[in-house]
């Protein structure tokens, strides 16, 4: 299995225990909700349903607490035998699954294996099903019911979306851009931890309100998001599992589960953004500066309808908070990617090109690194060290997908070339001598010299 496929399971593997991890929890908790984990299913990278035995999900939690998320990694398997495909019995699979819904993947290949002698994983006839549409869950769907949650304290579980806001003036392409206003809620105070304006709806501005927001605010329990890019990505998922945060995806088409998050959202738009647009926005520094004192002035202390309180007193009443440690933090919110070192020992990254160490020379490694900062770049190799990659050949100094956090522009010289080339043709017409270019170079230089 590559590093990038390890990396996959290694979070999925994090993502079935995260609930379990809670340091807050004592033993006979922990235990009885193991069980619950192991009662249900999960669905895996690959694209199937998996179900873990207690066993296995304790052995995880240990290796999580002595080793963090590298311990979660695969290891290497020495039977890497392969199940032979049959298209011709997908068709039956298909009928038994619609004859009786209920019936299970491994049910299913069992009757085609005593009706035809042909072995079939259980596994393959699942990712098959489900392809098709004909999983058990899809088949026997019944109605909804949906109850009130609340978390118990404050940071135990956080609620993050993104709401779109007005055109805002944006100098440095000379228009305007839609500003996206990335928020983060704490679900039991009701409190607007923190949110921010991006001209851009990435995956690093997610990242970077969320930094902000546990160096404020303490480190949640659980963070729960919808299933749009700025959220659903390894970037976000390693960060989480990095820092011990549950990550959590609500259900496509079920926005039920969001409903403090769509409250606040309406109340931003009615009591914030329309008063911004009736005086005018300049930019977009304006815009979070404004919208940083309406929440701690207004949004924050005012009695909240269903609580009866103010979310900043609600919030605090619970305080201190967790905190992370700067160098904790600092690895959380670096990116990961697997290169494959060249025959000059070189490694690409986003147009760059990096030099590392020769002994591996046709090795996949795994790069981490800050995006805001491509000249420093740790190579791993199987999640240990393996020295620095040195850029060899530098084109970018920042991640493309970081357009926040561009190099400033370089303040303009005032030199007029084409205006010197139009000078000094006219001074040679007028005395009829023919413009010396050669010369026209030198007092081009000697102009930059006196302007610097």
Same mark, same amino acid.
């Given at each position: ?9 290694? +979070? ?9 991890? #809670? ?26 349903? %998996? ?29 890497? !035998? $392969? ?6 019995? *997908? ?8 004859? +009786? ?7 299913? $290949?069992?009757?085609? *294996?005593?009706?035809? !002698? ?22 026997? /769907? ?6 009130? *949650?609340? $978390? =118990?304290?404050? #940071? ?18 000379? %228009? ?25 709806? #990435? ?22 998001? @919808? ?37 606040? &959202? ?9 008063? /911004? ?10 815009? &979070? @500066? ?14 909240? $309808? ?18 992370? =440690? ?25 147009? &760059? ?60 010289? !005032?030199?007029? *070339? ?17 413009? @010396? ?7 081009? !230089?000697? &102009? ?5």
């Amino acid at each position: 299995m590559d590093p990038e496929a390890q990396e996959k399971v290694a +979070l999925h593997r994090y993502g079935v225990i995260a609930e379990a991890a #809670n340091p807050r929890l004592g033993a006979a908790e922990r235990g009885a909700l193991v069980r619950q984990i192991a009662a249900r299913p999960h669905l895996h990278p690959d694209g199937s349903e %998996r179900r873990y035995s207690r066993g296995t999900i304790d052995r995880w939690l240990r290796a999580w607490r002595s080793g963090g998320l590298e311990a979660l990694r695969p290891a290497e398997r020495s039977d890497t !035998g $392969a199940v032979r495909a049959h298209p011709e019995l *997908y068709a039956e699979a298909a009928a038994l699954r619609l004859e +009786l819904p209920s019936r299970s993947a491994a049910q299913i $290949a069992s009757i085609l *294996y005593h009706r035809h !002698g042909v072995k079939m994983a259980e596994r393959t006839v699942r990712q098959q099903l489900r392809r098709a549409g004909l999983h058990r869950e899809a088949l026997q /769907a019944e109605p909804k019911v949906f109850g009130r *949650y609340e $978390a =118990e304290r404050a #940071n135990e579980r956080w609620i993050t979306d993104v709401l779109v806001g007005p055109f805002v003036p944006f100098p440095k392409i000379d %228009r305007s851009v839609r500003a996206r206003l990335f928020l983060i809620v704490d679900d039991h105070s009701r409190l607007l931890v923190d949110g921010r304006f991006f001209a851009h709806e #990435n995956a690093r501005a997610c990242q970077e309100l969320l930094r902000r927001a546990i160096v404020r605010r303490g480190l949640p329990e659980v963070l729960y998001a @919808d299933n749009g890019a700025p959220f659903a990505n390894a970037w976000l998922a390693r960060t989480c599992a990095v820092l011990g945060i549950r990550l959590v995806h609500s259900k496509p088409y079920a926005p039920e589960g969001r409903g403090k998050q769509e409250r606040l &959202n309406r109340y931003i738009r009615e009591a914030f953004l329309a008063e /911004a647009c009736h005086v005018g926005i300049d930019s977009m520094e304006e815009l &979070n @500066d404004r919208f940083c004192a309406w929440t701690e002035q207004v949004a924050n202390r005012r009695t909240h $309808a269903e609580t009866g309180e103010a979310p900043i007193e609600r919030f605090e009443r619970h305080g201190p908070h967790r905190a992370v =440690e700067p160098e904790r933090l600092r690895e959380a919110f670096r990116w990961s990617v697997t290169r494959k070192v060249t025959r000059t020992a070189t490694v690409p990254l986003e147009g &760059n090109a990096y030099a590392v160490d020769p002994s591996l020379v046709g090795r996949r490694v795994e790069l981490r690194y800050d995006p805001e900062d491509l000249t420093r770049i740790d190579v791993y190799l199987e999640g240990r060290p393996a020295g620095v990659a040195t850029p060899f050949v530098t084109r970018r100094h920042v991640h493309p997908a970081v357009p926040q956090a561009a190099r400033p522009e370089p303040e303009q010289t !005032g030199i007029d *070339y084409l205006g010197l080339v139009a000078a000094a043709h006219e001074e040679a017409a007028g005395t009829g001598q023919k413009v @010396d270019f050669a010369q026209l170079q030198i007092f081009e !230089g000697e &102009n930059e010299e006196e302007t610097r």
